[in-house]
């Protein structure tokens, strides 16, 4: 009885005094538009204005996936009728809390282009459940803004000091969620709570909104620890660069030709506090390529030594293979055989991903639709090494020195999504995260 009670009053202090977040259940008027806010608090705005939880709905592949993917499969599919709002809690608040759902389109110019706003930041009260999921989060919007200071004296509004914003649930009200079929499609606060730095006491926050010296708004004190609104993440390449360790071995210093080389690549995710790709996983790529360069530039791509694990074929690029098959269904393409699996990643190369299928066994990145993902979980975890090992025999017209070069690439979506939905080329192109370098000597 004592543990049903601490887990109910635990609730009711997370949950806050705002209404839980439902559709139509507010007006655009009762929030203020992002350029009122920042009247005051330029730099915050602005640091906003550039940032992905500004563009969470203008953004070119959301447009993409909600339009032509989700909606039309929400109102052909009664199991995932839910994503038709669903998607929009967390990617255009605003319009869900107004009930302006579906959304029009980006170019339409309403007040969804707002995406994660000020107004929502600030005016959530807390979850209404003790490991936050599925846009579960309370509100309340007027005049008192949630903030995390108890000393803020603001000219215009009110301000509730707010312990709940500070904290790692008040992000998984958005940045986890499970699909219509029960599966976890984004785990990111699991991932982070499971892992060594959420028993050290570093949040979303410390990493994604770095602190330094500033003002808060225009005629606000300064303070040393002004939280940025930068919001980085992977899309960021300079927060991606470095973010994982890259260390390469090879068995022998001198070769001559058609001697056998072992290699032996380690990778250390030492800075990411949860695993690695995370998020909408489903969709993000991260692979290691291998390459021997010899003197002439010449150079072959040498392939990943299987480890035999079950799922292991999921992570092992094949240019043969075939995916995402429940994109033909949903725009209605006939003999749609699907697109490539792992895009233009070069065959052999190591894939760290978790795949996800849908009802009938397909991998699919429409994560609404996935049934299954518990097949194989090959990411990297946080303080996670893994080891993966290479065999090449010296070409017999190969020109000493060679070179071996590990480079270890990040993309958002895969290339044959990206190319098949014309996309902007920034939105798959591959990013460095990490490389390592060895040179073997050619006798």
Not at 12 to 39: H, I, N, R, V
Not at 51 to 70: C, I, N, P
Not at 335 to 340: A, D, P, S, T, Y
Not at 383 to 403: C, M, Q, S
Request: glycine share 8%.
């Amino acid at each position: 009885m004592r543990k049903i009670l601490l887990s109910i009053l635990g609730l009711l202090l997370l949950a806050g005094t705002g209404l839980a977040a439902e559709q139509g259940s507010f007006k655009y008027k009762d929030f203020k538009k992002p350029t009122k806010c920042g009247a005051c608090h330029r730099e915050i705005y602005q640091e906003w204005k550039d940032s992905l939880m500004a563009q969470s709905f203008t953004h070119e592949w959301d447009q993409v996936e909600y339009f032509k993917l989700a909606l039309p499969h929400a109102l052909k599919e009664p199991k995932v009728a839910g994503v038709k709002g669903g998607c929009i809690a967390c990617h255009a608040p605003l319009a869900f809390l107004a009930g302006d759902i579906p959304p029009k389109e980006a170019s339409a110019g309403t007040r969804a282009n707002e995406g994660v706003s000020c107004e929502i930041c600030h005016n959530i009260t807390g979850t209404t459940e003790k490991e936050p999921y599925n846009f579960s989060y309370t509100i309340e919007p007027g005049k008192v803004k949630q903030g995390p200071r108890a000393d803020a004296k603001p000219v215009s509004h009110k301000v509730a000091q707010s312990d709940f914003i500070r904290s790692a649930e008040f992000c998984a009200t958005c940045h986890d969620e499970a699909s219509p079929y029960g599966a976890w499609v984004k785990e990111t606060y699991r991932e982070w709570k499971a892992g060594p730095y959420a028993k050290e006491g570093v949040v979303c926050q410390d990493c994604h909104m770095h602190r330094a010296p500033g003002k808060a708004a225009t005629m606000g004190p300064k303070r040393a620890d002004i939280a940025h609104h930068v919001f980085q993440g992977s899309h960021a390449e300079t927060k991606l660069a470095g973010a994982v360790d890259i260390a390469l071995y090879a068995n022998r210093t001198k070769v001559r030709p058609g001697d056998r080389v072992n290699l032996r690549a380690v990778l250390f995710n030492g800075k990411v506090g949860h695993m690695i790709p995370s998020g909408s996983s489903e969709e993000r790529m991260l692979w290691l390529e291998v390459w021997v360069i010899d003197a002439n530039g010449k150079s072959w791509h040498i392939p990943v030594q299987p480890k035999g694990f079950k799922g292991e074929e999921y992570t092992i690029a094949d240019p043969k293979a075939y995916a995402y098959q429940a994109i033909g269904e949903i725009m209605e393409i006939p003999n749609f055989k699907g697109l490539k699996r792992d895009g233009n990643v070069p065959a052999g190369a190591r894939i760290f991903r978790k795949p996800f299928f849908d009802p009938k066994g397909r991998m699919t990145i429409c994560q609404w639709y996935t049934a299954k993902n518990d097949l194989v979980d090959y990411r990297i975890g946080p303080r996670e090494t893994k080891i993966e090992n290479y065999v090449f025999t010296v070409p017999k017209d190969a020109k000493g020195p060679l070179t071996i070069k590990a480079n270890l690439f990040y993309s958002q979506i895969p290339s044959s999504i990206g190319e098949f939905f014309k996309l902007p080329e920034f939105e798959y192109k591959p990013l460095l995260v990490n490389s390592a370098e060895i040179t073997i000597d050619l006798e």
